[in-house]
């Protein structure tokens, strides 16, 4: 039987101290050091049915680059077509897969985001959208959520493009990591410049939760 290493070890021990003290942001880099994945939505039909949205929604708006906040481990970004494309990610262990992963695309760049030292008000970093893909509902923490929220609004020029539930039924036992929540009525109350203008369900693929691609405008002019 091989020994755990020290590296296993620690991984353990991050794990056993997740479940009493919960960070999302340690639980993602947790994930990704783990060898695990974005998740099955970033995979297979699910993927495949949220890229064809996503790439109607980049041709009919004429959207000519996206900054991701949480591009995540870059399969689901394999089949988005973009022409230019800036991703954050909270796990600096997903940017360094993508970093990898897209070595060879002039197109594409990636920047590890951490929320404390994140200050873009002077809105040099930005894109004609802003997008956000399955990570509203990972944001458990209030905080950890207004901010990213402000983050992701500050990098957008024309428009903002969000991948989530809209609800706050938290299923049965509900697990850590997730917490849904209705963020489309705290857009309407945080941002009050930007309008709801497009909802596009995503097929829903073995009965899972059926989420919707969310498209707000800027109504006046960016200042
Ligand atoms: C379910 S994955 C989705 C990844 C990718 N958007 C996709 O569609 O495949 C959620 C991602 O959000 C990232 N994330 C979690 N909290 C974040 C935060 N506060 N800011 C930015 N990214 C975050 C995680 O590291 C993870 O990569």
Not at 17 to 42: A, H, I, Q, V
Not at 53 to 75: A, K, T, Y
Request: glycine fraction near 6%.
């Amino acid at each position: 039987m091989r020994m755990p290493s020290l590296a296993d070890t620690s991984l353990l021990l991050e794990r056993l101290s997740l479940k009493f003290d919960f960070k999302s942001s340690r639980y993602w880099e947790w994930n990704y050091k783990m060898g695990r994945t974005s998740g099955p939505g970033s995979y297979g039909r699910q993927c495949v049915a949220k890229a064809k949205i996503l790439n109607s929604i980049i041709d009919s708006l004429r959207i000519e680059s996206i900054v991701e906040f949480g591009c995540g481990d870059g399969n689901q970004l394999t089949h988005y077509d973009i022409p230019r494309y800036l991703g954050f990610d909270v796990s600096e262990t997903a940017v360094r897969m993508c970093m990898e992963q897209f070595s060879d695309d002039e197109t594409k760049g990636f920047l590890h985001y951490t929320p404390s030292v994140f200050d873009n008000r002077t809105k040099l970093i930005s894109g004609d959208a802003a997008m956000s893909v399955d990570v509203i509902f990972h944001l458990v923490e209030d905080p950890v959520y207004r901010k990213y929220m402000d983050d992701l609004f500050s990098c957008a020029r024309r428009l903002v493009i969000i991948s989530s539930s809209n609800h706050t039924d938290q299923g049965g036992k509900g697990v850590q990591h997730v917490r849904h929540r209705k963020f489309v009525d705290d857009v309407a109350a945080w941002y009050p410049d930007w309008t709801l203008i497009a909802e596009h369900p995503v097929e829903s693929i073995d009965g899972k939760d059926i989420d919707s691609f969310y498209v707000f405008r800027r109504s006046a002019p960016d200042s």
